[in-house]
């Protein structure tokens, strides 16, 4: 059994999944993903127990080797991986970005690849941190590099900016002052700025730093053809001067290509250093190599020269010097004893520029190759020249390979900054010059000797010598100095330098430079001694050559001086070695040594003569601490031993270079101070030795040589030691300054000369003061240090002296203004130097004396850059002194901030004093704080609030303020309030700083600081909660009684302004920021509520002022989401109202009067509760509040007014009401963004509604206007109309003045009711003229017209009214407009808004939209929405789920029964179909019913029930919506019999509508009045009104229905009136039907005349109210669409059959449609399917693929099926429009319809149409009707081949015929939808001739009529079967208005015995869900 123990006490608590783990199916198995953070609790072997850190919850075990264990932290009680600071922070910043970077990317925006490549970088800035394989250089490299990512990333996405100190690191922002904070926020700007400007500007020039500079040089590899070893020498070379800049760095490099010492192979590297600023700036700097072969004269292949390089160079070195230097220069001559045979020979030369890379970033590092030519005959110098001038160079085979780097800094800096690159064994190659900076330690004794050329005549010789030379450093005897010479870095130093050797070579050019390192103390007396010496080119010969020439110069010449600077020619002497005696080494001492002390002799000795013609120049270049070049510095360094000389030393040492005098500074400096202290005649030299000091001190000062004033503190501090100095230097000043301010008397010329002269010199003390009072401090605290502080009185006394004659002078005339001005720029520096020897508070007194004796105006500027100074001094952080400066800079400030001058240099003193108050090391600032407090914080915050936002100090003054409220107390307030109300200006006060603090964080003014300084603004935030806590006190205490209304006011106004800004909303921010916040600030509101709160209750009677003024802040205030928030803000509200409601009806009275008259009562809170309802709009619109916030409101209010006896009633009301408004503003806030129209309004409408119920007008006004602008924006004119009527039922036909509430932003202008009420007239006129509701323009103008004539008698505006109403009444009757369609629409579900959940409404459709496209736009507006495809009321399962389903289907219009005057009246069509559609509440629709009781067959017309649905909805349509809510559903069922009566009814109606529109208009096409009577005098297959006869007018049915005995007599009465209609009809026909359909006429008159006989012999004969002969009233209609009810159908198919009733379709109904929209587009959208889909049906294919097989679609098997497209019902004109699909074989067709087709195309075409054949037989099937259910089975198969179907392929929507007749359709039997009925095809051979210009009426369907429009077909009669194709044709014509009609053709005839395939189900579409 496994045991478990704990983990507390162990690190492996905290873990990683490295690997998936999922074991779900066996227990207690926690299942983890890589990368997963588990707590681990528990342990046993392998197994661990714990759980996930982001699913606390779930527990289990997993292994152990699953997890990798890692250190940890715990924040904020979550587990961390525990790493460094920048790791971390650039964690979270890639979480932070990548949520942001993902919208970025989804939203293509700009940036995104920008933050992506930041995303990468810092990717793997991460990694490299973590792998803990960089050193620390590179670590602090990387985190900076980090950090700059992290900043401009951030700028790039506007997220906060972070404050870093220099090394990246996050500041604590509570650790440093306010104004500090400012400061960090403005560098972090200026960082992230230079980081972006570095990105965008790599590879340009940097400005460099005033640093030293360094190159570091790592010699890789050199690639040549080596035969001997050779010297590689490296310098540094100015291109332009043709000089080395530096020492050369020898590398001795073997003629196998690799370093000779094995120590230096791979790390051959020097460090170039102290190049100045100026060395980088050469215009050319190269880096030269000089390979110096080591060998034979010549190249040699013998076995010698391939010895080894090692062997070599130890052959050339003595015993003595073997272990010093392995180098190829000895310290003995060539021939050695061992006799080897060694030359220093020219061998080539490399150069490389380095001024590009020098240019380049800091710390650049780079390979380069350097190319490299050899020396061929040319000398080694002439060589580099020809590189450098890229001349005559030829082809460069070899390169050396080099690494370069820059790096900055002195030598000790690099060290510490680079230590892998810089170690310790690194040579150092110096500049042969001093660098910028010489610091005193650095002592340097350098002598750089060059050996330029030299001129050797032949003597013996016949050709030129190989001359080589020898230098050696020698003493006074002659004697060689051993090892002060050095060749370069990185070589042990020599004894004898040996220059190359040129081969024959008279005149050699070496410019060879070697450095001379001798001890000072030995320089005077050591000399160069030069030995020329010919080397043969034959060895054995060589060796038997001895010297020719001897030159020699000595280092220190006689005067005291060193060899001078520059180019020495010396004298050569020829060795006569047989006289020359070698025992006396320094014999040529005796001789001159250069050319010009010669002065023409020929000097000699026993053994040396003069060689005339001969000649050796070198140049010289010293660089030296200790010596120098000057005479005149040399003969005051020398003083004591000339003394003659003094004042000429000390008057000639301002004529000394600047370079010599820095150079020994220390030395001039004591050598000024001993003659000062031990001088004989102090009258004359203290005067010349002081100048002479402050001239030593204004060349120190120079900018030239400023980094020397580095020296002459260091000597001041540590090598001064005079200690007498201080009481001479003294007496000179106080001289000076006294001869300056009390001139001496003396002739006028003579007084102006001394005056000006002694003005001179004190300008020349006071500007240099500073350091001469430091050498009188230093020299005194010596003297002190020695004698016990001794004498302090007598000094201080002096000391005190002296600044009292500081201040005198300052009172002298304005010609001493430079000397003050000095005076000021060093009083702080005296000041603190003075510290040391005076005290402390007399100083501060004597200083606050000089400034305050500076008249006003006078030095401004230099007086404030004093008072800055002393700021940052010792002085100012002593609190006793700083009680004595500090007012005094305060009032200095506070008078220049009045006057507005110096501002800038006033806001950076009171920076750095808070910032120095701040500091902890400064003692007590409670006294410091007070007096600035005083003195500056009302001036301060005036200029803050004066300033313009733009100006750049404005944020430095804000910080200013804040610095100071951020350090005060509770006894700071105190004492300020105390002043103020002393002084009357407490109360301006308070209402400054609180309108100055609400200012600050307003939302409407620029803000103060950016807003993504987080830090900063929440810091401001947090200090002005501390002032508004203590404020609030002094508000209390103060303003209470007496009562300041104004001021509570403000308080109340800036307090919840400032808890309602933005950076306070911690919910709004991302998890980050919430956390960054909590850790630093915490949230800040909870205390704001607090306080506001706890202000509300103080205020007591003084309630009522402020109820509806501070109802909307503190409503806003309330709406935070913060719950403990609103739990304390919220009881204010029913505060507010027990205020008003107990608050006085009497204004004189006040709240507390009524507490003692109880009827004074106001008894009521109307005041609040409107202020309440306008303010949440306002703030719930604004995106405030939400659930959570309704629910506690709720709670609490309702909770406070049961608990109180007088307000439960009206309390509870009034919450329970403003939670129902706050509902419906949540869910407007959250509709009103849906891309649902329909939603926007509803919600809109809703609120519309409250505002009306609760009588707010101007919410009610505001939202009338939103509603209009929505309907104006999808262009829903008419119901725009019908909104903006609400606005004028509140207005008034009289001339009252408007009231705020009722005034319209569209009608600004309108000042009175009736200008209101006319102007939103008229706009509502045009409206409903744009929404073609001409009928309610006409009402608005009668309206408008009774005022105009009976009111205001205004007869021109009344004729131009009556013009614009006559045209609304001809716009009726002659302009096309089609009634909108409605739509019954059910929203199940709770996924849909709450207000449509489980709601039935009613839609007007838009216009010429159709039952599918009504669908398609509601699964649009409801993406996620499921489309119905029944009737049935769904269950709960649908009704109560999360999803959204929704049912459509069409429904009819009911007329009200104020329509009925148009019965039976003779009016034109056009008036009564407005009326049909449009003001209706009432809708139905009607579906099949089969009655399962009835028996008998289910095709008998006895069988088929409706059932009828009748809807009422809660407002008419079209309203101020296209829809409304049902109110009421009646549901009942319609009798066959009553179905039939209404069928009659309506054929009647339709007969009677098409006879009136012929005789009123005899223009119209006689074809719609054919057909009509073609279908019901000869009723084909459903047998007409023959069926009702059979079924309901007999005996057996009346004994069976005894009830039905009225319908019976009234179907029989319909019957009986129909003949004379038809007979009306006929008569019409006959004299309009053209020649052409004469048959037709007769055939018509034939069958009416046998109808008539039977009609009349049993009901009896009736007469009709329309006559033939009399003349109708003429309703012509140009230019409009005739809308005849007429048959669609087969002209045989009987109206008043069976199939014509709602048992299988809906009645058809043409309504009138515009050209547009034409009866093509009416004909192709009619179906005939007797179960029409309720969402999209199967379209047909368009025009473009009429190539394609129509139909096809896969089965299971993947293989296509063929299957046709039908129509619905019977696509044929004879087939009745309810009945099932019939088909009629060919055998059974008898007759022929071509001539009826013939007929029928003829009278379309016109007279020029030839002459159809006639129709002779009627089609009629030979056997009985199929059964209903044998047609239902029919149906249910796709209809053969040759059943009479018809193929469309030419519209856009058609309905499938296999779908089978279903009671539950959703298309319903009342629709009048023209896509519910598909006409008949016209005959295939008029499709394309057919002229249709004479048909001049659009076939339009009127509602409630039955008729069916069909063209006769025109068939051969061999034709059997054809299959019908509808195609669209134009019809256009002259007079009236274009339209399109359908053409019918018959394509094709095909096989109808074949068997029908089986029928596939339908396909359902994509919306649809069937429900069963």
């Known amino acids: 059994m496994s045991v478990w123990s704990d983990c507390n006490a162990k690190q492996a608590e905290f873990g990683i999944a490295k690997c998936n783990f999922d074991q779900e199916t066996k227990p207690h198995r926690l299942n983890l993903d890589v990368g997963d953070a588990v707590i681990i609790l528990k342990e046993t072997t392998h197994w661990y127990y714990g759980y996930r850190q982001k699913a606390k919850e779930t527990r289990g075990i997993f292994p152990k080797s699953y997890i990798h264990l890692c250190e940890y932290n715990i924040v904020n009680g979550e587990y961390c991986i525990q790493r460094t600071d920048i790791v971390e922070e650039i964690t979270k910043v890639l979480l932070e970005w990548g949520s942001i970077a993902k919208n970025y990317f989804l939203t293509t925006n700009p940036s995104f690849p920008k933050i992506r490549r930041k995303m990468n970088e810092l990717n793997n800035n991460r990694a490299a941190l973590i792998s803990g394989n960089l050193p620390l250089d590179e670590v602090r490299k990387v985190k900076l590099l980090a950090t700059n990512q992290i900043d401009t990333g951030n700028k790039l996405l506007g997220l906060d900016m972070v404050v870093r100190d220099e090394s990246g690191d996050i500041l604590d922002t509570n650790a440093i002052c306010t104004t500090e904070l400012y400061e960090h926020h403005v560098h972090a700007i200026q960082r992230i700025d230079k980081a972006n400007r570095l990105s965008s500007e790599k590879g340009t020039t940097r400005t460099l730093n005033k640093y030293s500079h360094n190159i570091l040089l790592h010699v890789n590899a050199f690639v040549c053809k080596f035969q001997e070893d050779s010297d590689l020498l490296f310098t540094l070379f100015d291109g332009e001067t043709h000089k080395p800049i530096s020492e050369n760095y020898v590398v001795k ?34 880096l030269v190599c000089y390979a110096i072969r080591i060998g034979s004269m010549e190249f040699k292949e013998s076995t010698d020269s391939k010895r080894t390089s090692m062997s070599i160079a130890n052959s050339m070195l003595n015993a003595s010097s073997r272990k010093a230097s392995q180098l190829s220069v000895s310290s003995s001559g060539s021939s050695t004893s061992n006799g080897e045979y060694i030359i220093r020979r020219p061998f080539g030369v490399a150069c490389k520029d380095l001024t590009p890379i020098i240019n380049k970033s800091d710390d650049f590092r780079g390979n380069i190759d350097l190319p490299f030519i050899m020396c061929e005959k040319d000398t080694l110098d002439g060589t580099l020249r020809k590189l450098i001038a890229n001349k005559d160079i030829g082809k460069i085979d070899s390169k ?19 230590p892998r690159l810089v170690h310790t064994n690194v040579p150092v190659a110096r500049k042969m010059g001093f660098p910028e900076v010489i610091l005193p330690g650095d002592v340097r004794n350098d002598l750089y000797l060059t050996i330029c050329s030299g001129e050797f005549a032949r003597i013996a010789k016949t050709s030129e010598k190989n001359v080589e030379v020898s230098v050696c450093v020698a003493n006074e005897q002659g004697y060689l100095m051993p090892g002060v010479l050095s060749i370069g870095a990185g070589h042990q130093p020599i004894d004898e330098y040996k220059s190359v050797v040129y081969y024959h070579d008279d005149k050699p050019k070496w410019q060879e430079t070697f450095k001379i390192h001798v001890p000072i103390e030995d320089f005077k007396q050591c000399h160069l001694r030069f030995v020329l010496k010919h080397r043969s080119s034959n060895e054995q010969k060589d060796r038997t050559e001895k010297p020719f020439g001897l030159a020699y110069v000595r280092l220190m010449q006689a005067n005291g001086t060193t060899i001078p600077q520059g180019q020495h020619v010396l004298a050569v002497y020829k060795i006569d070695h047989k006289k020359y005696d070698k025992t006396v080494a320094n014999c040529y001492m005796e001789l001159p040594a250069t050319v010009a002390e010669l002065q023409g002799a020929k000097p000699s000795i026993s053994g040396l003569t003069l060689l005339p013609k001969d000649q050796l120049s070198i140049g010289v270049n010293l660089c030296s601490t200790k010596l120098t070049q000057s005479v005149s510095l040399l003969g005051l360094l020398n003083w004591s031993a000339h003394k003659e000389t003094l004042e000429q030393s000390l008057n000639a040492l301002s004529t000394v270079p600047g370079e010599e005098v820095v150079k020994f500074l220390q030395d001039i400096l004591d050598a000024l101070f001993n003659i000062l202290v031990e001088n004989d005649n102090p009258e004359k030299y203290d005067q010349l030795v002081f100048m002479s000091i402050i001239h030593l001190i204004e060349t120190v000062s120079d900018l030239k040589y400023q980094h020397f004033l580095t020296v002459l503190d260091v000597y001041i501090n ?61 020299s005194r605290v010596l003297y002190a240090e020695m004698n016990c502080k001794t004498e302090y009185v007598d000094f201080a006394t002096r000391l005190q002296e002296l600044l009292r004659m500081f201040i005198d002078m300052i009172g002298c005339p304005s010609n001493l203004l430079k000397s003050e001005g000095a005076l000021l720029k060093n009083l702080h520096i005296i000041a603190t130097d003075l510290m040391q020897v005076f005290d402390q508070v007399r100083l501060s007194i004597s200083i606050v004396e000089i400034l305050e004796k500076f008249p006003p105006r006078r030095l401004t500027q230099s007086k404030m850059g004093c008072i800055k100074d002393f700021v940052e001094t010792k002085l100012f952080t002593l609190p006793k002194c700083r009680a004595i400066l500090l007012p005094v800079f305060c009032k200095h400030i506070k008078d220049h901030l009045e006057s507005k001058e110096e501002i800038a240099e006033c806001i950076n003193i009171m920076n750095n004093i808070l910032k120095l108050l701040f500091r902890s090391d400064v003692g007590s600032t409670h006294n410091d704080i007070r007096d600035i407090m005083i003195i500056l914080f009302r001036t301060v915050m005036k200029a803050a609030h004066a300033l313009d936002r733009d100006t750049g100090l404005v944020g430095k003054f804000f910080a200013i303020m804040l610095g100071i409220l951020q350090r005060m107390d509770a006894q700071h307030y105190e004492y300020f309030v105390k002043d103020l109300h002393q002084r009357g200006e407490l109360k301006h006060f308070v209402i400054e700083i609180l309108l100055v603090f609400e200012e600050l964080v307003s939302p409407h003014q620029k803000p103060v600081f950016p807003r993504d300084w987080m830090d900063m603004i929440m810091h401001q935030n947090t200090v002005i909660l501390g002032a508004l806590k203590h404020l609030t006190v002094v508000i209390t205490d103060y303003f209470l009684c007496p009562f300041e209304k104004q001021i509570w006011s403000n308080f109340f106004q800036c307090s919840i302004a400032f808890l ?81 409601y107990y608050s006085s009806r009497l204004e004189l009275e006040s709240y507390g009067d009524t507490k003692f008259n109880n009827a004074h009562h106001k008894g009521n809170f109307s005041d609040f509760k409107t202020a309440m309802i306008e303010k949440l709009d306002i703030l719930i619109g604004a995106g405030k509040g939400d659930a959570e916030y309704k629910h506690l409101f709720e709670t609490i209010m309702l909770e406070r007014c049961a608990a109180h006896n007088t307000l439960n009633v009206d309390g509870t009301a009034f919450v329970e009401m403003v939670t129902r408004l706050m509902d419906k503003l949540l869910e407007y806030r959250f509709i009103i963004q849906d891309e649902s129209k329909e939603n926007r309004m509803a919600c809109t409408f809703s609120l519309l509604q409250f505002y009306s119920e609760v009588d707010l007008k101007e919410m009610y006004i505001r939202y009338v206007y939103k509603l209009c602008a929505l309907h104006m924006e999808f262009e829903n004119y008419t119901e725009a109309a019908f909104t903006l009527k609400l606005h004028t039922e509140l207005l008034r036909w009289t001339d009252t003045e408007l009231s705020p509430q009722l005034r319209s932003y569209r009608h600004s202008s309108c000042r009175t009711h009736r200008q209101l009420k006319e102007a939103l007239y008229f706009e509502i006129m045009e409206y409903f003229d744009k929404g073609k509701q001409w009928e309610c323009a006409i009402d608005m103008c009668r309206v408008l017209a009774r005022q105009y004539e009976e009111e205001i008698f205004d007869y021109l505006k009344l004729a131009e009214l009556l013009n614009r109403m006559a045209m609304f009444y001809e716009k009726i009757i002659k302009e096309l407009r089609h009634n909108s369609e409605y739509f019954r629409v059910c929203f199940y579900g709770r996924g849909f808004p709450r207000f449509l959940q489980n709601r039935v409404y009613i839609f007007r459709g838009k216009e010429y939209e159709r039952h599918s496209d009504f669908c398609a736009r509601m699964l649009v507006q409801h993406p996620q929405a499921e489309l119905m495809q029944t009737l049935e009321a769904p269950g709960e399962d649908i009704t109560n789920s999360d999803g959204q389903y929704i049912q459509v289907n069409k429904v009819e219009p009911i007329m009200g029964q104020e329509f009925n005057k148009f019965n039976e009246k003779i009016i034109n069509n056009e008036i009564v179909k407005y009326f049909t559609a449009n003001n209706v509440q009432k809708f139905q629709f009607s579906r099949p019913f089969r009655d399962s009781l009835g028996g008998g067959d289910r095709d008998d017309v006895r069988n088929l029930w409706l059932e009828r649905t009748e809807l009422l909805i809660r407002f008419p349509l079209p309203g101020i919506l296209r829809w409304f809510p049902v109110v009421d559903t009646n549901t009942f069922k319609i009798s066959p019999l009553a179905r039939a009566v209404e069928i009659m009814k309506d054929t009647n109606r339709d007969i009677r509508q098409l006879v009136i529109l012929h005789k009123s208009d005899e223009s119209l096409h006689i074809n719609p009045l054919s057909m009509k009577l073609n279908g019901i005098v000869d009723p084909a297959v459903m047998g007409g009104f023959a069926k009702y006869e059979e079924a309901f007018l007999t005996d057996e049915y009346l004994e069976q229905n005894p009830d039905d005995k009225e319908l019976v007599e009234e179907l029989k009465e319909l019957i009986a009136n129909q003949i004379p209609l038809l007979e009306i009809a006929i008569q019409l026909h006959r004299m309009r039907a053209p020649d052409s359909l004469k048959a037709l006429q007769e055939h018509l008159e034939g069958c009416f005349a046998d109808m008539q006989q039977h009609v009349e012999l049993r009901y009896g004969r009736k007469s009709c109210d329309l006559k033939i002969e009399r003349d109708s009233v003429v309703m012509r209609r140009p230019n409009t669409l005739m809308s005849p009810l007429f048959d669609v159908g ?6 008043t ?63 296509v099926k063929e299957r046709e497209a039908h129509s619905l019902s019977s696509s044929q004109w004879y087939t009745p429009p309810l009945s099932t699909i019939t088909s009629t074989p060919e055998k059974e067709i008898n007759t022929s319809i071509a001539s009826l087709a013939s007929t029928s195309n003829s009278s379309l075409s016109g007279p020029k149409t030839p002459d159809p054949h006639v129709l002779t037989e009627e089609l009629t099937p030979k056997r009985p009707l199929r059964s209903e259910m044998e047609k239902e089975r029919r149906l249910s198969r796709p209809a053969s081949i040759a059943t009479p179907t018809t193929t469309i392929k030419n519209f856009p929507d058609t309905r499938s015929l296999s779908e089978s007749s279903n009671r539950n359709s959703v298309e319903t039997t009342d629709s009048t939808s023209e896509e519910d009925i598909r006409p008949p095809p016209l005959p295939a051979k008029a499709r394309d001739s057919t002229d249709f210009t004479s048909l001049s009426q659009n076939m339009d369907w009127m509602p409630n009529g039955y008729s069916l429009l069909s063209s006769i077909s025109n068939t051969s009669s061999s034709s059997m079967s054809t299959t019908s194709t509808l195609t669209k044709t134009s019809i256009t014509n002259t007079t009236y208005e274009y339209l399109e009609t359908t053409n019918f053709s018959l394509v094709g005839a095909v096989d109808g015995n074949k068997p029908r395939p089986p029928t596939p189900p339908p396909k359902p579409s994509r919306h649809s869900k069937h429900i069963p």
Not at 254 to 272: E, K
Request: aromatic share 8%; proline share 5%; net charge positive.
């Open 1060 to 1140: 309602v800004q933005s950076p306070l909303q911690l919910n709004d921010f991302n998890d980050k920021k919430r956390q960054i916040v909590f850790a630093r600030y915490r949230d800040i509101r909870k205390d704001t509520a607090m306080e506001i709160r706890k202000m509300w209750f103080q205020l007591g009677q003084h309630k009522p002022k402020f109820v509806p003024q501070l109802v909307e802040p503190i409503l806003e205030m309330s709406m935070i989401p913060e719950r403990e928030l609103r739990q304390e803000t919220i009881p204010i509200f029913f505060d507010m109202m027990q205020c008003e």
């Open 253 to 286: 490099w073997s003629r196998t290509g690799m370093a000779r010492d094995i120590d230096q192979i791979d790390n051959n590297r020097v460090l170039f250093t102290d190049l100045s600023k100026s060395d980088l700036a050469i215009a050319k700097m190269y």
């Open 1690 to 1695: 087969n002209n045989r198919n009987s109206e």
């Open 400 to 418: 050396m390979a080099v690494t370069i780097e820059v790096l900055r800094g002195d030598i000790k800096q690099i060290k510490e900054d680079f």
């Open 1697 to 1759: 059959s069976m199939g014509s009733s709602d048992s299988g379709l809906s009645k058809s109904t043409f309504l009138p449609r515009p050209q547009t929209n034409s009866i093509k587009n009416t004909l192709a959208s009619l179906s005939f399917n007797t179960r029409p889909s309720l969402g999209h049906s199967p379209s047909i294919k368009s025009n473009k693929n009429k190539d394609k097989t129509p139909g096809k679609r896969r089965n299971k098997d993947g293989k």
């Open 718 to 778: 540590e090598s001064f030691s005079f200690t007498l100095a201080y009481t001479k230097l003294m007496d000179v000043l106080q001289k000076n300054i006294s001869d300056a301010i009390t001139p001496k008397e003396k002739s006028a010329d003579g007084n102006d000369l001394e005056e000006s002269v002694a003005v001179r010199r004190l300008y020349k003390t006071t500007r240099y003061l500073h350091y001469v009072m430091k050498f009188v401090i230093r």
